[in-house]
């Protein structure tokens, strides 16, 4: 029998950390109904902030239209069909992910185009891409490849698999510092490999500046030279011999730190299609993707933040035991840390909402340590509500099953969930 992929309606309970332990498992489209506040549900809590989450997915939409490319957002960083969803609605042309077992998720949640931003070798992963192409019928899809090692595996598996179908579309990955050919002569001689492969047909090139940004518009512009040079000598090569047999040409790159520089380097002209995989600006961030946003809003003469941090942890004070540290019930096990320190955004003091101006310095699994200098200012009490903003929002989602998403009021109006395992 056919597996039935069609995810049953989504349900929330008192298994699920922030949920009420007291109330009974409810279906996540009643959630709303309840009438929750932030000042009640109990913590840790992740929250996303829902006019802060519609302004960056609108915001980014626009962004990509005005400058001629298409967006194919990372799905890893938040594996939630609800954003998914959200994120198709205004105009996505697709979706990216990093493995068939992401696609699978992004499929169900209605992506009709998708990219695996990664390179596939496995039997396994060809037919469950296989599976999943012929159970989606008219989905438009590529992965990446950067080696004829990988070519001869996929050739093997395929004989194995008696696919006898129609090829698989791949993109050359270009790279520096992770996957990715390093020289011109290999991406070409690969490319002429795919021209006759049994299994895969070449659709574009792919390539990850991330790991390169500096955070400054002088180094940054010229990494992206760098780029595009490199890109536009292998088009070159690869339309003069004819090597693509199917238009236009994918060209996809663009991590969550320089996007407004990879835009023009991708963006289409005619026979190309440019696709950029940012995926973090969905949520944002208040520290690590904060520092890159100023420095492109700079650039792009933005008179006011661009993107606005719409994900945040909430915690309580569980004790105060010296003059400036309160220790919050919140650890590595709730909020990223790998790009820095959590920041400490707001907490409610007599059922109010302010900002707060203290300091994370640390945490363990279940805790965060919590300063400031008590001869300037005063510190939370025990039992006082403290939102923290992750630094790199990715890390965190992945610690969540559920979030619940709030109005400029605090009040729960909606929840998303994720699907990270």
Request: proline share 7%; hydrophobic share 45%; with cysteine.
């Amino acid at each position: 029998m056919e597996q039935d992929d069609t995810p049953r309606p989504d349900w929330l309970g008192p298994w699920l950390k922030g949920f009420p332990a007291r109330q009974p498992p409810l279906p996540l489209a009643d959630v709303a109904q309840r009438g929750w506040t932030l000042a009640e549900l109990p913590t840790p809590l992740a929250v996303v902030r829902r006019q802060a989450l519609a302004h960056n997915i609108a915001w980014m939409q626009d962004f990509a239209a005005a400058r001629g490319v298409q967006l194919a957002p990372h799905g890893k960083t938040t594996m939630s069909p609800q954003l998914f969803r959200r994120q198709l609605d205004a105009g996505a042309w697709g979706l990216t992910f990093a493995n068939v077992h992401q696609l699978r998720l992004g499929l169900a949640a209605g992506a009709k185009r998708a990219l695996i931003a990664n390179q596939l070798i496995s039997a396994d992963e060809l037919a469950e891409l296989l599976d999943l192409r012929r159970r989606h019928p008219g989905l438009e899809l590529a992965f990446f490849v950067d080696s004829q090692a990988q070519l001869d595996l996929l050739a093997a598996h395929w004989a194995r698999l008696g696919a006898g179908e129609a090829r698989v579309d791949v993109l050359i990955e270009l790279g520096s510092s992770r996957c990715g050919l390093r020289e011109h002569g290999q991406a070409l001689a690969l490319a002429r490999a795919l021209r006759t492969h049994p299994a895969l047909r070449l659709r574009g090139i792919g390539f990850y500046e991330g790991l390169q940004v500096a955070g400054e518009t002088g180094p940054d512009t010229a990494l992206m030279r760098q780029w595009q040079a490199r890109i536009e000598a292998l088009l070159a090569d690869i339309e003069s011999e004819g090597l693509a047999e199917v238009q236009p040409l994918w060209l996809s790159g663009g991590g969550s730190a320089l996007f407004d520089l990879v835009a023009p380097v991708i963006a289409g002209k005619p026979g190309r299609l440019g696709l950029l995989r940012s995926g973090c600006y969905v949520c944002h961030d208040h520290a690590h993707y904060g520092r890159y946003m100023r420095v492109m809003d700079a650039r792009m003469g933005a008179p006011q933040p661009s993107l606005q941090p719409a994900l945040e942890v909430w915690t309580q004070v569980l004790s105060c035991p010296e003059p400036g540290l309160a220790l919050l019930n919140a650890g590595r096990r709730d909020v990223s840390f790998d790009q820095g320190w959590p920041v400490p955004v707001w907490h409610l003091r007599g059922g109010t909402r302010a900002p707060a101006s203290w300091q994370v310095t640390g945490l363990n699994d279940q805790h965060a340590y919590l300063r400031w200098d008590p001869a300037e200012t005063d510190g939370p009490a025990v039992g006082e509500r403290v939102a923290l903003g992750p630094s790199h929002p990715c890390t965190t989602f992945d610690k969540w099953a559920w979030m619940a998403v709030v109005d400029e009021d605090d009040r729960v109006v909606d929840a998303i969930t994720t699907h990270f395992s």
